[in-house]
């Protein structure tokens, strides 16, 4: 069966420090790969997604990038942090099927 | 882009009581979802419905697509059903998704 691995499950860095959160796909090749924010108030925002290795779209301009060096690795990372990077980051996949499986989450604050 | 509406915004209700969560959207779609985020965070697939009607146990789902909206019932309501309910739709040839604001429900004992 398919799982998605995502760590840190919560993670604390000051402001200006570099990041880098790391999701991993098992048991399925070729998946689709989502990076998503939840800020405080509930919604859930696209930041980036991903269609094969080295494939990335970016769906908001800001202060992070992601990258995916292998099948079933997506990488999100920053430079410099900012306050307003703080929120829940969500990995996520899908397959044919369309239905989109999430990681159990990275609680990032920046201080 | 599709807008994603969803109503109520927040909901209480007592252990039994039964509800209905409503998802309006702005476009045709091929791809609608339902998903419950528990207390702790953790998404759950419920449903993938673009169009017809699905049951599993006590909840069930409706979407109608020609009228772009979609409802999820949850019968018999339980504490473990708590938590915030995200409707997201996608069209197109892609596999994006765009989530609404949720519905959080709170089932009391």
């Known amino acids: 069966s398919q799982t998605i691995h995502q760590w840190p499950a919560t993670l604390v860095q000051p402001v200006g420090s570099p990041l880098s959160l790391e999701c991993t796909v098992e048991g399925t090749s070729n998946p689709n790969l989502y990076w998503y924010r939840q800020a405080a108030g509930r919604g859930l925002q696209l930041l980036f997604y991903s269609v094969g290795i080295g494939q990335i779209s970016s769906e908001v301009p800001q202060n992070l990038s992601a990258s995916r060096p292998q099948d079933r690795q997506f990488i999100l990372s920053s430079k410099k942090l900012l306050l307003s990077d703080s929120g829940f980051y969500l990995c996520?996949?899908?397959?044919?099927?369309?239905?989109?499986?999430f990681g159990a989450g990275t609680r990032l604050s920046v201080l | 882009g599709i807008q994603v509406e969803q109503s109520p915004p927040d909901l209480i209700l007592q252990e039994g009581a039964n509800s209905t969560l409503r998802c309006n959207f702005s476009?045709?779609?091929?791809?609608l979802q339902w998903f419950h985020q528990n207390p702790w965070g953790q998404l759950i697939n419920l449903f993938y419905i673009p169009s017809g009607t699905k049951q599993n146990g006590r909840l069930s789902a409706t979407t109608v697509a020609t009228e772009r909206y979609s409802l999820l019932y949850i019968s018999s309501s339980q504490t473990t059903d708590s938590g915030v309910y995200f409707c997201?739709?996608?069209?197109?040839?892609?596999?994006?998704?765009?989530f609404g604001k949720g519905t959080l429900l709170t089932v009391n004992p």
């Open positions: 476009d045709s779609v091929n791809n």
């Open positions: 996520a996949w899908s397959g044919q099927g369309r239905i989109q499986y």
């Open positions: 997201a739709v996608g069209g197109g040839s892609n596999y994006k998704l765009t």
